[in-house]
């Protein structure tokens, strides 16, 4: 099955500890993005890559950091410096970043305590 | 800078009914428009995606039009079932600066049998 996965689908963690969430797509999509959403808010944009060995922040980048060294890989790592790291995250792809529909992942929901 | 408001934040129908779920956006220099359906805990499954160039696009029981002068797109459900039961975001791609999606806050869509 073609599509994007994202794990674990629950993550716990004490505060101060960096944590890498996961998502793997086989779409062969060029474009990966990571986004946030927070209750009553609408999906906030942290980072997103065209291409492969490339990114750039999005709206909300401070805390957190990504690699793309594969183009089926985007992991993103949240850091001890995001001040609100509880949060459902979500990652997502698409052919091209421009005019072409993005497709998600199951997402994960992280909780630091 | 560009903000999408969906107005109601939720609505409540009985099944079978036609409804419509409205999405406006500040800035007309979009280069798409995307419908999203969310269930509770779940990632978006993109629903439909309007090129700036289009009127309207159709999926079964789905239609979604796109009037970018005024800044507004709906989306109208026909025959309504308790399936349809979600929370539906729209998103637009902006043109120029900063490019990405930018999404609404959604409208929780209960269907009661």
């Known amino acids: 099955d073609g599509g994007i996965t994202q794990s674990p689908k629950y993550l716990f963690r004490k505060e101060g500890q960096n944590v890498t969430l996961s998502c793997e797509q086989n779409l062969n999509h060029d474009a990966m993005y990571w986004y946030r959403q927070d209750p009553g808010q609408g999906l906030r944009l942290i980072y997103y890559?065209?291409?492969?060995?490339?990114?750039q922040k999005g709206d909300i980048a401070e805390g957190y950091s990504v690699s793309r060294e594969k183009k089926e890989s985007f992991p993103l790592t949240v850091t001890s410096a995001q001040k609100n790291p509880t949060a459902f995250y979500l990652c997502?792809?698409?052919?091209?970043?421009?005019?072409?529909?993005?497709?998600f992942g199951p997402g994960t929901r992280l909780t630091v305590t | 800078k560009q903000e999408v408001t969906q107005i109601p934040a939720a609505l409540s129908v009985p099944e079978g009914e036609n409804l419509v779920l409205n999405c406006s956006f500040t800035?007309?220099?979009?280069?798409?428009l995307q419908w999203f359906r969310q269930d509770p805990g779940k990632g978006l499954t993109s629903l439909l995606l309007i090129q700036s160039s289009q009127r309207e696009q159709t999926s079964g029981r789905l239609n979604a039009s796109l009037d970018k002068s005024s800044g507004r797109s709906t989306l109208y459900i026909a025959a309504s079932q308790p399936g349809d039961s979600a929370t539906y975001l729209c998103a637009v791609f902006n043109q120029g600066g900063s490019e990405k999606l930018v999404f609404g806050k959604g409208t929780k869509l209960t269907v009661n049998p």
């Open positions: 890559s065209q291409i492969v060995n490339d990114f």
């Open positions: 800035d007309s220099a979009i280069y798409n």
């Open positions: 997502a792809s698409s052919m091209g970043q421009i005019h072409y529909e993005q497709y």
